[in-house]
């Protein structure tokens, strides 16, 4: 039978209280993956929105156990965790290392590739929020074209982002894959088949953030839909080498009919100083990366 929310596992691995921002969609990752890990789970965190959500010592809101790493250093000591449990047959328990964007795709970057080059046993997610938002809302590797920071405060950033499963593939690791909180049965699902899968896997995760996108907190859930409706974020998996589109985005690549980028990025305040040039050159990006990954899933 096919996931879907209604028939998802009742156990929870969230308390009630937490520190996360309203409308913040680490809440909804966090939920998905502790349930598709049955709870049976290490996870690393490096400094993030995370550390925060799952709460300072000596309190926490979530069920299971956490170790707090260095910001570069997430990957290395999930490494570690998991020829630890390896030596001590532990095979029950999944390491699970989650970090922002910045902890992934620029500070913690030499750690995670030298893990996925040694083959670590360990699932690693990035949660994408496009900044770094716990120190507030400075460019990231990982920031979109146009898009305003505090450090990108007058016409945004220039560059388009990395693409962090392109750069992780490149590594030869068995199983990489894109996920949306807007589309949570198709993320529970590859959180499934990551976790039985050996080797080091990868999970890049579209995180809206209402304080750093400057939207209404409510309309996180309609943002990650609008992100894979246009185009912006793309569902996919890579298996042994093996492309394909997922859910959404390949009904979408079936159906042609994609949102224009537009609808996307005006409800954004950092988004609000883009011109009609700007724009164009943001949905040309958009449909260069749409036309290849449907290529790819055809080919």
Request: proline share 6%; net charge positive; charged share 20%.
């Amino acid at each position: 039978m096919a996931t879907n929310i209604l028939n998802l596992p009742e156990a929870e691995y969230m308390l009630s209280g937490n520190r996360a921002c309203a409308g913040c969609s680490i809440g909804i990752f966090f939920r998905l993956i502790t349930k598709a890990m049955e709870g049976k789970a290490v996870f690393v965190v490096p400094a993030s929105c995370f550390t925060v959500f799952c709460g300072m010592y000596p309190s926490s809101s979530v069920k299971v156990p956490i170790v707090n790493s260095v910001f570069p250093g997430t990957a290395a000591c999930a490494s570690g965790i998991a020829a630890s449990l390896e030596r001590q047959g532990r095979t029950d328990l999944t390491v699970v290392a989650m970090a922002g964007d910045g902890g992934t795709a620029d500070i913690g970057i030499q750690a995670l590739s030298g893990a996925a080059e040694r083959g670590a046993n360990m699932l690693f997610i990035c949660y994408d929020n496009e900044a770094y938002m716990n120190t507030g809302t400075q460019r990231s590797g990982m920031t979109p074209l146009g898009a305003r920071t505090t450090t990108t405060p007058a016409i945004g950033k220039i560059q388009p982002p990395k693409d962090m499963p392109a750069i992780l593939e490149a590594h030869g690791i068995p199983y990489i894959a894109t996920a949306s909180p807007g589309f949570p049965a198709d993320l529970y699902d590859k959180a499934v088949k990551a976790r039985n899968i050996r080797g080091t896997r990868y999970m890049h995760l579209n995180a809206p953030c209402p304080a750093g996108w400057h939207y209404d907190a409510k309309d996180t859930v309609t943002l990650a839909k609008m992100a894979v409706d246009t185009g912006a974020f793309i569902l996919s998996e890579i298996e042994d080498g093996v492309f394909r589109l997922t859910g959404r985005s390949l009904s979408l690549a079936q159906t042609g009919k994609r949102r224009p980028i537009e609808e996307f990025i005006r409800p954004q305040g950092r988004f609000g100083r883009a011109s009609e040039e700007d724009v164009a050159a943001l949905q040309q990006w958009v449909d260069r990366r749409w036309e290849k990954a449907v290529r790819r899933h055809q080919d």
